[in-house]
C-alpha cells in the first residue's frame, strides 16, 4: 500500500463547476499538508499549505484536512480554462533532523470552456 | 524574489554517459532538495540539504548518484553511469528551514536517456 493515495483521473468539468481533489494517507506522522498545481514542462506551484486538521482558503481554492481519517482534499470554485492543469498532494513530517515528504501521484484536471 | 533557477532545461545522452544537473535555491533558503519525477508520477525525494550538510539521502540510488552543496548555495546532482531508467525530470527545491516550511520548486532539468 502507498503511503499516499490520490485517484490519477483524469477529471473533466465545465467551466465555473466546482472542482474537488482528494488524496488519502496511511502514515498518522503527517502533520504538513500541500498542495501543488503543475502545468506541462514547468515545475510544481505551491496553492496551498496547511498544518494538522481544518479548513484553510485562499481566493477561490480551499483545503481541507481531516487527519482522523487520513484524509485531504482540495476544493476549486469558479473553475477556469487556466486552472487545467496536474494537481499534486503531498505531505511530510519531521524525524529526527530531516523531513519525511510523500507526493501523492496527480490527478490531470481539465477545464471545458 | 527570484524563484529556483535550474539548468539545463533538457538533456539528452547515451545509457552508461554521465550528466550533471546544476540549481540555485531562492537566496536565503537553507534547505535545498533534490527530487525525481518520473512521467506520470510524483516527485520522489533523493536528497536534502540543510546548508552544506546532507541530512538525509536514504533515497538516493549512491551506486550512480551523487549530491553536493558547496558553501551551502548552490547544487549540483550527477549521475555515473547513466541507466534507461534514470530518464525523468529532475527537480530542485528549497524551503526558509527544515522545519516543514513550504517548499518552492525549479522547473527541473528533462533528462533522456537513448
Known amino acids: 500500500q502507498k503511503e499516499v493515495e490520490q485517484d490519477p483521473g483524469p477529471l473533466s468539468v465545465p467551466e465555473g463547476a466546482i472542482v474537488s481533489l482528494n488524496c488519502t494517507y496511511s502514515?498518522?506522522?503527517?502533520?504538513?499538508f500541500m498542495w501543488y498545481r503543475q502545468y506541462s514542462r514547468k515545475g510544481p506551484e505551491l496553492l496551498m499549505y496547511?498544518?494538522?486538521?481544518g479548513n484553510k482558503e485562499d481566493g477561490r481554492f480551499t483545503a481541507q484536512v481531516d487527519k482522523s481519517s487520513k484524509y485531504i482534499s482540495l476544493f476549486i470554485r469558479d473553475s477556469q480554462p487556466s486552472d487545467s492543469a496536474t494537481y499534486l498532494c503531498a505531505m511530510s513530517a519531521l524525524y529526527s533532523s530531516a523531513s519525511k515528504i510523500i507526493f501523492g501521484s496527480g490527478t490531470r484536471l481539465s477545464i471545458r470552456p | 524574489e527570484a524563484g529556483v533557477a535550474q539548468s539545463p532545461r533538457y538533456k539528452i545522452i547515451e545509457k552508461r554517459q554521465s550528466v550533471a544537473f546544476w540549481c540555485n535555491p531562492i537566496s536565503g533558503h537553507a534547505t535545498l532538495y533534490w527530487y525525481q519525477q518520473i512521467l506520470g508520477q510524483g516527485p520522489k525525494l533523493l536528497i536534502q540539504f540543510q546548508n552544506n550538510g546532507v541530512v538525509d539521502d536514504s533515497q538516493l540510488p549512491k551506486d550512480r548518484f551523487s549530491a553536493e552543496r558547496l558553501k551551502g548555495v548552490d547544487s549540483t546532482l550527477k549521475i555515473q553511469p547513466a541507466k534507461l531508467e534514470d530518464s525523468a525530470v529532475y527537480l530542485c527545491a528549497s524551503s526558509l528551514d527544515i522545519s516543514n516550511q513550504p517548499q518552492h520548486f525549479g522547473d527541473g532539468t528533462r533528462l533522456s536517456i537513448l
Open positions: 496547511t498544518y494538522s486538521s
Open positions: 502514515n498518522s506522522a503527517f502533520q504538513y
